[in-house]
């Protein structure tokens, strides 16, 4: 399906474009009044020359942009260097934080010492214009990494702020129903061949070569698929016995918690997204799963001394979330670092919503079927 811009969105963008005419068209005309020629030339052609930087960087800013696909992890939505279109309408555009924010406009700053000093700083408040429409489950949106904020991430909404979180056999499920998640969704399974010879044609003839792992010794083999592949390869009636791979306890790999339970990628849970004026009670459970998105989206400073809480050197019992939250994981689930392994997006991170595929270049092929391919 091919992208389209709602009614609404283009009035917003046809709005703002006439407004722009119109102040630099009045512009112009006091131009125009200027009676040397060589000097009435020149203020116009850096009149016209603002006049289009000015566009670009407010589309930029409160519109549209777009971004590169680095990785697999959203595999298969989104291929690695595909190059995606960003409405930032449609939750609402995040102002600038700082100068270093707006294109163009930073190159001024890039050269003075004292603001330098200042890049990772946020010189403003955090300010959101009103957007078309609510973050909705399974929504695809880019954000800054909670880690660096320099760093863009482009993933799936799984849970929204206040939604209990369940992940239970790679399954998730939120306030006890389980999330229906897309065809594209992938995961990686362990199956039986019952007949070698063909299956590697069947294989070719699906173009599952590069995601397929067989063993044909031992007639057994392993497969990174979506749904819908899997439902092929199935339909073939050469492979029997398929069993979804799940995460087994790994002590070496930090997840963004540190509760002493055996919780996986495939198995954890039951988690509260944090939401904005939700008031928890501080206790070793909770410290664990919110202290890190406490102190770097919140703030301030949590702690914890013998058993006691404190932010900012204050002695606290509860504490009370200042925005919402949401909880992101890629479509492509062996092969991605998502929420379960850097915690909860807060809502200033989000940067705006995927809307197509401009073009992609996949393993160096264009790929026509993408052009233009809306993201769901």
Not at 23 to 50: A, D, T
Not at 300 to 313: A, M, R, S, T
Not at 335 to 341: A, E, G, I
């Amino acid at each position: 399906m091919v992208f389209i811009p709602s009614v609404l969105e283009l009035l917003l963008l046809f709005t703002g474009i006439i407004v722009f005419i119109f102040i630099y068209r009045s512009g112009f005309c006091l131009i125009n009044k200027v009676k040397n020629k060589i000097l009435r030339n020149l203020i116009n052609s850096f009149f016209w020359l603002l006049f289009i930087l000015t566009i670009i960087i407010s589309t930029k800013l409160y519109a549209l942009d777009i971004y590169k696909i680095p990785s697999i992890s959203m595999e298969n939505t989104l291929f690695p260097e595909d190059i995606i279109l960003v409405d930032k309408i449609k939750y609402g555009a995040r102002l600038p934080r700082s100068p270093f924010e707006i294109p163009w406009v930073n190159l001024v700053f890039y050269f003075n010492d004292d603001a330098k000093k200042r890049i990772k700083e946020n010189w403003w408040s955090y300010k959101r214009i009103s957007g078309l429409e609510k973050i909705k489950q399974g929504d695809v949106f880019v954000f800054n990494s909670v880690s660096d904020e320099n760093d863009i991430l482009v993933k799936r909404c799984v849970a929204l702020a206040g939604d209990t979180l369940n992940i239970k056999n790679a399954k998730v499920y939120t306030n006890n129903k389980v999330y229906s998640s897309n065809d594209f969704e992938k995961n990686n399974y362990n199956f039986k061949i019952t007949n070698k010879k063909k299956i590697f044609n069947i294989i070719d003839s699906l173009a599952l070569k590069n995601y397929i792992s067989i063993d044909s010794s031992i007639k057994l083999g392993e497969a990174n698929l979506s749904k819908f592949e899997l439902e092929q390869l199935m339909k073939t009636n050469y492979i029997d016995s398929v069993m979804i791979q799940i995460d087994t306890v790994n002590i070496s790999r930090k997840l963004f918690f540190n509760l002493p339970k055996k919780w996986t990628l495939d198995n954890m849970g039951p988690i509260i997204v944090p939401k904005k004026g939700m008031k928890i009670e501080l206790n070793l459970e909770t410290f664990s799963l919110y202290e890190a998105v406490i102190n770097n989206s919140e703030n301030c400073f949590l702690k914890e001394i013998d058993g006691v809480y404190y932010i900012n050197n204050n002695k606290i019992s509860t504490y009370t979330f200042k925005q919402d939250y949401y909880f992101m994981m890629g479509d492509n689930r062996k092969y991605s670092l998502d929420s379960r392994f850097w915690g909860f997006i807060p809502e200033s991170n989000v940067i705006g919503k995927v809307q197509c595929v401009l073009f992609s270049n996949y393993q160096s092929n264009f790929q026509w079927n993408r052009l233009f391919k809306r993201v769901n």
